[in-house]
Nanobody
Framework: QVQLAESGGGLVQAGGSLRLSCAAS????????MGWFRQAPGKEREFVAA????????YYADSVKERFTISRDNAKSTVYLQMNSLKPEDTAAYYC???????????????????WGQGTQVTVSS
C-alpha cells in the first residue's frame, strides 16, 4: 500500500507556470506506475499525464502536450508535474495516482488507479 501527498498548487495568471509534487510513502515507489489526473467543477475526472516505473516513457493528454512535463525521482519517491503556459481551462483539482499492476499506458486508457492522493487545487486566472 502507498500513501500519496500532493503539493504545489495555487493561483497563477494565464501564461504562468506551476510545479506540482507528489510524495509517496509506505511502499516501494519504483514498483508503481504514476500519473496525474484532474477534475474541474461539474466535469468528470480526466487523465493528464503518466510515467512508467523507470521514468523512461511518458504519456500525455492532447490538451496538455507540449505544455506539461511529468517526471519522477525514484530515490526521493516523488513524481512531479511541471505545468507551463497555463490556461484558464487548466483550472482544476489535480490528483496524483499510483498503480502497482497497470502499465503507465494503462492509466491513460483506463482512467483509474489503485491509489489516489487528496488533490491540490490549481486556479489559472485570465
Amino acid at each position: 500500500q502507498v500513501q500519496l501527498a500532493e503539493s504545489g498548487g495555487g493561483l497563477v495568471q494565464a501564461g504562468g507556470s506551476l510545479r506540482l509534487s507528489c510524495a509517496a510513502s509506505g511502499s516501494t515507489f519504483s514498483s508503481y506506475a504514476m500519473g496525474w489526473f484532474r477534475q474541474a467543477p461539474g466535469k468528470e475526472r480526466e487523465f493528464v499525464a503518466a510515467i512508467t516505473r523507470s521514468g523512461a516513457t511518458t504519456y500525455y493528454a492532447d490538451s496538455v502536450k507540449e505544455r506539461f512535463t511529468i517526471s519522477r525521482d525514484n530515490a526521493k519517491s516523488t513524481v512531479y508535474l511541471q505545468m507551463n503556459s497555463l490556461k484558464p481551462e487548466d483550472t482544476a483539482a489535480y490528483y496524483c495516482a499510483a498503480d502497482s499492476a497497470l502499465p503507465a499506458s494503462g492509466l491513460r486508457l483506463v482512467g483509474k488507479a489503485e491509489y489516489w492522493g487528496q488533490g491540490t487545487q490549481v486556479t489559472v486566472s485570465s
